[in-house]
Every structure is written in C-alpha cells, then in structure tokens.
C-alpha cells in the first residue's frame, strides 16, 4: 500500500472538519507537495477550493521552514568560515596577496575534507545548477516542480545565498500556481466522468 493510499484511507476515517488536515499534511511530503496534496483531499471528497487550499498551506509551510532552516545554516557556515578565513597583514594601504606573502594555501588545513559525493545527488545539484543559471530564481521556483520538488528547489536557492524573502514568493506563487491548476483539472476531469 503506497503512502497516498493511506493517506486516503485515514482521509475516509477522519470528521469531515479534520479531513482538509490530510491535504495539508499531505502537501508537505516531497514529490506529492500541494499538487498531490489537493489531489488527494479533491479525490476523497473534500470540497476542491478547501483541499486546495489546505494543500497549499500544508506545502508553503514546509518549504518556509526549510527556507529559514538553510538560511540560517548557510549563515552559520558563512560566518564560520569567515572567522577561520587567515588575513593577511600588511604594511599601510597594502592589500593582502602573494605580494604580501600570503598565501592561500597556509588556511587549506582549516577547510574540512572533501565528503564522497551521492550521485543522485551530485545529479539534482547539477539539474538545479543548469536551471539556476538558466532561469533565476522566478524560473526555477515556477518551473520548480517538473524539475524538483519545491522542498529541493527552496533549500539549494537558501544555500546559494538567495535572500529568504524573494525565496519564499516565488516559491508561492508557484505553489498558488501549480496546486490551482492541478485542483482545476481534477476537479473538470471528475466533473467530466460524472
């Protein structure tokens, strides 16, 4: 039985006022995230417009905590390495360079050692890299989820130094944007069969 099977089964068990819970929390799952979310709740018989929304909710409210979770641990290593950095001393208004006799190597033992690199990892960094570049941050947040989930999308924006905020609305508006239009064609598609 896959996830979205339970989550429908505990949807059916639920009071009809805790049932649009089950979208929320479903929409913080990554690769079901607000789309699945609403598909969901719709699905077992949530009105559209409150599935969605929960949906909605449930996926921006994740993706805002990893958002300040990564800002603040990219912060904490920006300003780690800054203290470790080694600075150069040299006489008035000269600048710290090989001139100076600082070289840069002399601080190579104060970086940690390279870890192995996951491949599938390595592959999503380089597929968000590739779109980064590409699109900036509005592209990659609205075309985020047919590349990677929201959750991989907002985290590796916070860790490259994107400010929180500008992170956070495009990662809504895409949020907005993709469950509405995925509540929209399930809701035509059931109204279609029926």
């Known amino acids: 039985m896959s996830i979205i099977d339970h989550l429908q089964n505990l949807l059916g068990m639920l009071p009809d006022p805790l049932q ?4 929320a929390l479903a929409g913080m799952i990554p690769f079901v995230e607000g ?12 009105p559209p417009v409150l599935a969605a929304l929960a949906a909605m909710a449930g ?8 958002v300040m979770a990564s800002s603040g641990a990219r912060e904490a290593v920006v300003t780690r ?26 601080g190579a033992d104060l970086l940690p050692a390279p870890q192995p690199v996951n491949p599938r990892k390595a592959a999503r960094r380089e597929k968000f890299q590739r779109a ?3 699109f900036g941050v509005p592209g990659v947040s609205l075309l985020g989820p047919l590349l990677l ?11 490259t130094g994107v400010r929180k905020g500008w992170i956070l609305l495009w990662q809504g508006i895409a949020i907005v944007g993709w469950t509405t239009l995925t509540a929209l064609i399930i809701t035509g598609v059931i109204s279609v069969v029926q």
């Open 59 to 66: 996926n921006f409210l994740i993706v805002a905590g990893l």
């Open 35 to 46: 789309e699945g979310g609403a598909a969901i709740g719709i699905l077992g018989g949530v």
């Open 20 to 23: 649009p819970l089950v979208s």
């Open 149 to 159: 989930p929201t959750h991989f999308t907002a985290t590796m924006l916070a860790a």
């Open 81 to 106: 390495r800054g203290a470790r950095t080694p600075v150069a001393v040299g006489g008035a208004g000269s600048r710290a360079g090989a001139a100076d006799g600082f070289d840069p190597a002399d």
């Open 132 to 134: 980064y570049e590409r």
